[in-house]
């Protein structure tokens, strides 16, 4: 259509050739039918196949927004009014926070909790009487979000599992994932997911209905963010400050953290890499969204230092005395399970993980065996069972699986419009919270392209934790001397210490190298 609207029609006041300006008029909407029909063709053609998506995802270092991936999704239709008709009456559960809270972050702990409809939801955020909304007339929509979050489609949708195929994971090159391997967020304006990271695979997520405001931190920030295991919770490492309104006197060393802030529109999706730090908060009055967790190799040794986090922490709370204990049970795990079954948790992951040691080694004498790899289902919150055996460990955490092509390690990431990485944050700007800057996509490619952010980009593999014992010494004076004047050490802080990801990792390192003499 650029070429048709530069054709210039006839000048005023010139004689006209008979029909000219008819002849000029047919140009033009021919053009437009050419421009359209190229239009047209252009859009059914996805920008990467399977086979080169997933390569972009299992070489990205960095978080990246996919462009035109998903435009013939039928989960594209999946709003929430349009759920609330599938759903027919079914209830389910919501989290109630605070708009304007504190500078502490609104755990799941410290939140109340709602069992309503979403026909119910949608009536409370669009003000309806209390009658039609009745089980959120305690709470004032202007004042309180709702957040039905981590909603394991296979279970809400169990008795219409027809609908997993609306999600095709398949076109980013993981053939047989769909709904099934999916996770349901809605929520309302100010919904939020608290700073954390999770300990196992790397996300892909796509946006529905709404837009979502997400702030991520790289692996190598994981020191600035102050982990804390409290409250537990398997496969998640929260961080102590509220992203958005930093309390930089208890906190000092966020000040040197580096945010990536990016705003997700419907029908993008975000690529989130292991271990990277993400607070998720809803822009409009309603959002949906969905993802699927993709595990990896990695997730080995993860399991083993998820299995140790749980054996100390488990222990030691449990040791609390009762008038003393707080809620330091995330309300997504059941119990507090008993030491005896927590470690044999813990040598089944070790024998898991060698398991899988020989296997990779075997593999790598023989490349024949490098064509196929194992994937296990979507599930981020992987919660053991009470009876668990260490010999039935891998059936537990293994309960589906998918067999596809490896794919290959990209030297170069095909940034530009239908890939868009997402930048970091200028340091002053996020030292005072990380929701005072953002851009849309064209400035995030345009600062891109100009290089103005090179020495930011993560250039080879990050781990979660760095090797720089420094500055864990240095988080550890600045709380110290923030907190001189307060009580003596509570069993948090002496478990902030134990369990820090830096000391599980070496305690991992240990007790893997004893199991392997």
């Not at 992951?349 to 398991?355: F, K, P, R, V």
């Not at 170069?412 to 996020?430: R, T």
């Amino acid at each position: 259509m650029a070429e048709a609207a530069a054709l210039d029609p006839p000048l005023p006041g010139k004689r006209k050739q008979r029909g000219g300006k008819e002849i000029w008029f047919l140009l033009v909407i021919a053009r437009y039918d050419l421009d359209r029909h190229s239009s047209t063709k252009c859009e059914d053609v996805k920008p990467f196949t399977p086979e080169k998506a997933k390569e972009i995802v299992m070489s990205l270092q960095q978080p990246a927004v996919f462009c035109n991936m998903v435009f013939n999704w039928p989960v594209l239709h999946w709003n929430a009014k349009y759920l609330s008709e599938v759903l027919d009456g079914r209830t389910i559960r919501f989290r109630m926070g605070m708009k304007k809270g504190d500078t502490a972050p609104q755990f799941e702990t410290k939140c109340s909790y709602v069992e309503a409809t979403l026909e119910e939801f949608l009536a409370w955020t669009s003000g309806q009487p209390t009658s039609v909304s009745r089980p959120f007339s305690c709470y004032d929509s202007s004042e309180y979000w709702a957040y039905a979050d981590y909603k394991y489609i296979a279970r809400i949708f169990e008795d219409k599992t027809e609908i997993f195929k609306d999600i095709m994971w398949s076109d980013f090159g993981f053939p047989g994932r769909n709904g099934k391997e999916s996770t349901l967020w809605i929520g309302s304006a100010g919904a939020n997911t608290p700073c954390h990271l999770d300990s196992y695979g790397c996300n892909l997520v796509l946006q529905i209905q709404g837009r979502k405001r997400w702030h991520l931190f790289p692996p190598s920030n994981t020191t600035f963010l102050y982990p804390t295991r409290i409250p537990y919770e398997e496969s998640s490492i929260f961080s102590k400050v509220n992203i958005v309104s930093p309390d930089l006197r208890h906190y000092p060393q966020f000040r040197k953290a580096q945010a990536h802030v990016v705003t997700l529109n419907p029908g993008q999706v975000l690529f989130v890499p292991r271990h990277w730090w993400h607070y998720v908060e809803s822009v409009d009055p309603i959002t949906v969204s969905i993802n699927s967790w993709i595990e990896l190799d990695a997730d080995h040794k993860a399991r083993v230092e998820e299995a140790i986090t749980r054996t100390l922490v488990c222990a030691i709370k449990s040791a609390e005395t009762p008038s003393h204990v707080d809620a330091w049970l995330n309300p997504t795990e059941v119990e507090a399970t008993s030491h005896e079954i927590n470690l044999q948790y813990l040598n089944g992951a070790i024998s898991a993980y060698l398991e899988y040691q020989t296997v990779t080694v075997s593999e790598d004498r023989d490349p024949s065996t490098h064509d196929t790899e194992k994937e296990a289902s979507s599930c981020k919150r992987r919660k053991i069972q009470v009876n668990t055996k260490p010999e039935d460990y891998k059936s537990e955490t293994h309960e589906a699986g998918f067999t596809v092509v490896k794919a290959k390690k990209l030297e170069k990431i095909p940034f530009g419009v239908h890939l868009i990485p997402v930048l970091p944050q200028s340091q002053e700007a996020s030292s005072v919270g990380a929701g005072a800057v953002e851009s849309d996509s064209r400035d995030l490619l345009s600062e891109n392209e100009e290089g103005h952010f090179g020495k930011s980009r993560c250039t080879g593999k990050q781990s979660v934790m760095s090797n720089d014992c420094e500055t864990l010494a240095d988080q550890t004076d600045s709380d110290s001397t923030a907190n001189s004047s307060q009580m003596a050490i509570s069993t948090n802080d002496l478990l902030d210490c134990l369990v820090n990801p830096q000391v599980i990792t070496l305690v991992a390192d240990l007790l893997l190298e004893r199991e392997r003499v």
